[in-house]
């Protein structure tokens, strides 16, 4: 076993956050995957994440799943659904989890990967949109925003959502949303 770079670890973290979601994870549950295990358990994957259309979002994470399917630990296929096509990730027959050895991947890590897929591995890609959405807005530079203002901004970043869905949800994740630090 040899010791994997950085990049290979994000790959090897990527196959394994696919391989142990219950359905085939596409782009986006993979980039909110990657954004809450970095965000919220403070797993160090070093990706940048902004807001975009369907919430954070760093085109790295995209560029190591590539990398990953280059390497032959994922596969991805496209898939088409009533209103439009997407892709589903599926972790390759060659991609048996052992890539990432525990000298490779920190407990914390292999904790907050099993956390990740046991809190959100069900979620559809619209409501990890929205999840991930709340935990970005929820801190407004070192402050941290009140339950009332995080409605009212992630309505105003996302007016597809209600204001009663969006309450709905920081009340389902509000124990997620304590884990946030703000600031440094």
């Known amino acids: 076993?040899?010791?994997?770079?950085?990049?290979?670890l994000r790959m090897g973290i990527l196959a394994t956050l696919v391989k142990r979601a219950p359905k085939p994870p596409g782009r986006t549950a993979l980039m909110k995957f990657a954004y809450l295990l970095q965000t919220i358990r403070g797993i160090p994957l070093g990706?940048?994440?902004?807001l975009y259309n369907y919430?954070?979002?760093?085109?790295?994470v995209l560029a190591d799943a590539r990398s990953a399917e280059s390497?032959?630990?994922l596969k991805s296929e496209l898939v088409t659904y009533q209103l439009g096509y997407?892709?589903?990730f599926e972790a390759s027959e060659d991609f048996h989890g052992d890539e990432?050895?525990?000298?490779?991947?920190?407990?914390?890590?292999e904790e907050g990967i099993d956390?990740?897929?046991?809190q959100f591995g069900d979620e559809s890609a619209s409501r990890l949109e929205l999840i991930s959405t709340l935990v970005f807005a929820l801190c407004d530079n070192d402050r941290r925003r009140e339950k009332d203002e995080l409605i009212a901004r992630v309505h105003e970043i996302k007016p597809h959502f209600s204001i009663e869905e969006i309450d709905k949800t920081a009340i389902e994740i509000s124990t997620v949303l304590d884990c946030v630090t703000c600031g440094k």
């Open 86 to 88: 997407g892709y589903e």
């Open 1 to 8: 076993m040899t010791v994997l770079d950085k990049d290979e």
């Open 71 to 73: 390497n032959g630990w």
């Open 47 to 50: 990706y940048r994440f902004r």
């Open 100 to 109: 990432i050895s525990l000298s490779d991947i920190s407990q914390d890590c």
């Open 55 to 60: 919430g954070p979002y760093d085109e790295q």
């Open 115 to 118: 956390w990740v897929i046991e």
